[in-house]
């Protein structure tokens, strides 16, 4: 099932916007690849999981950046997710196991509110199909295997729509560009940027930002990583 699971009514109301927009979208809302036909894709799931800060009650969302270890991903920051299992029962399912497993959320805390359409990712030939979330109860988080996960962070909706903090990333020689964040201490890119992107728009968070600031991504991830030693 693709759209609402809950009536938006039920939501907070910052978040009924996009609840109500997740059964008007399609798989070209968010990314212009498809799967060829009869390719081999693997399913999976993302949570895309929104809380509000208990020091002033502004929504945020719950992000973790990959180990730098990993054979792929690695440093890479992505929302809690991986490939489908047997008794997980569908996205949703396997979008709660997979957070519960990476960042130790508590599943009974949260409320999956809406399914997008599956998106499909080239570099890991996954289906992904993203579930949008409400925290009602948050819970603590954290790393819960060092060897997958570095970090794992709560980050203001209000700070990744602040124009100072977007940008759009390129790579050299090739076709590709998206955009890009850096917030909270971490550099977003890629397949979760993306997502971010769109569900910043599709929600009504969305200011006003420079597009055209495109930067060479690997200049710009060198460039944060010497930012944050410099903190140290």
């Known amino acids: ?41 693997r399913p999976a799931a993302v949570l895309i999981l929104f809380g509000e800060r208990e020091a002033d009650g502004e929504p945020d969302v719950l ?7 990993l054979g792929s991903h690695a440093g890479q920051v992505a929302f809690p997710g991986g490939g489908a299992e047997d008794g997980d029962g569908g996205p ?20 999956p509110v809406a399914v997008l359409p599956e998106l499909f990712v080239p570099v890991s030939k996954f289906a992904v199909t993203p579930v949008l979330a409400h925290w009602a109860e948050p819970s603590p988080v954290h790393a819960v295997d060092p060897g997958e996960t570095a970090s794992v962070a709560r980050v203001a909706i209000a700070d990744l729509a602040d124009p100072a903090n977007r940008f759009t990333v390129k ?13 909270g201490g971490l550099f977003v890119w890629g397949f979760t940027a993306g997502l971010l992107s769109v569900l910043l728009s ?8 420079d597009p055209g600031d495109v930067r060479d991504l690997d200049e710009a991830l060198a460039a944060f990583k010497a930012r944050l030693v410099g903190k140290e």
């Open 202 to 209: 599709l929600g009504g968070w969305e200011r006003e930002w």
């Open 63 to 69: 992000l973790q950046r990959r180990a730098d270890t």
């Open 92 to 111: 949703v399912g396997t979008a709660l196991r997979e957070a519960e497993e990476e960042t130790g959320v508590v599943p009974s805390g949260v409320r």
């Open 171 to 183: 790579k050299a020689g090739m076709p590709w560009k998206g955009p890009a964040f850096e917030v």
């Open 1 to 41: 099932m693709i759209g609402p699971l809950v009536e938006p009514e039920s939501v907070p109301e910052w978040l009924r916007p996009l609840v109500k927009v997740s059964g008007e979208v399609d798989s070209k809302t968010f990314t212009r690849f498809s799967p060829p036909e009869d390719a081999y894709t």
